[in-house]
């Protein structure tokens, strides 16, 4: 669960020649999207987040909750809870009523929920446009990415509708494997507490903490 995403949509095949025209559009949709997500203060979405196997056997469907803030993020799903204040990384287990506590280096991270949402990627990755579908009825920009340093992936697929923000993120892994978040009920400059990207030992009684630090 902390790697994340699967292709929403059939697999996008592109070709080997992408024109500087394709790449320009590319920019655009990023950059559109970079705009959209600055301009809000925070970000509150639900998500739905599907992991399959290189086979395409899904092995995790389940549903969850995105809140962002900057670089602070708090995603809960059923059985965990993952938090960022941007410098620590609380990750709960609820079943075992356990909280894990580690440095948060962003470096590290193969794609956390802000980086995946944040638009930002020119420093990261190489980027093509692959065109348009149409998604639950909206019309949608397709991107494809590949890191330009050595990572555990292969690639990112982003889905931005024609407002500039986010619908769904998919990474490829090298083995094959791939998993994706869409987004639904997003809501701009919601969750916007510092309080809410921090864990809060007294709110969870009986919390076992390992400090990985």
Do not use: C
Request: overall charge positive; proline content about 2%; charged content about 20%.
């Amino acid at each position: 669960m902390k790697k994340a995403l699967a292709l929403i949509v059939a697999i996008v095949t592109l070709s080997t020649s992408m024109t500087f025209a394709q790449d320009a559009k590319a920019k655009a949709v990023l950059d559109k999207l970079s705009g959209k997500i600055k301009g809000m203060s925070s970000l509150k979405a639900n998500f739905t987040f599907i992991a399959k196997d290189a086979k395409g056997k899904t092995q995790l469907n389940q549903k969850g909750t995105l809140m962002m803030k900057g670089e602070k993020y708090h995603v809960t799903v059923p059985a965990q809870e993952m938090i960022s204040d941007g410098k620590t990384m609380w990750t709960y287990m609820k079943k075992n009523k356990e909280v894990q506590i580690a440095n948060y280096s962003p470096a590290d991270v193969t794609m956390s929920p802000t980086k995946l949402f944040s638009g930002s990627y020119a420093n990261d990755f190489n980027y093509a446009y692959a065109g348009q579908q149409t998604i639950n009825g909206k019309v949608v920009d397709i991107v494809y990415l590949t890191p330009k340093a050595t990572k555990t992936f292969k690639s990112v697929t982003i889905l931005v509708d024609q407002s500039g923000m986010v619908m769904s993120g998919s990474v490829e892994e090298k083995n094959g494997s791939y998993y994706t978040y869409s987004l639904s009920s997003v809501q701009a400059n919601a969750a916007a507490s510092d309080a809410l990207y921090t864990f809060d030992k007294k709110a969870y009684p009986g919390v076992e903490v390992i400090d990985l630090r």
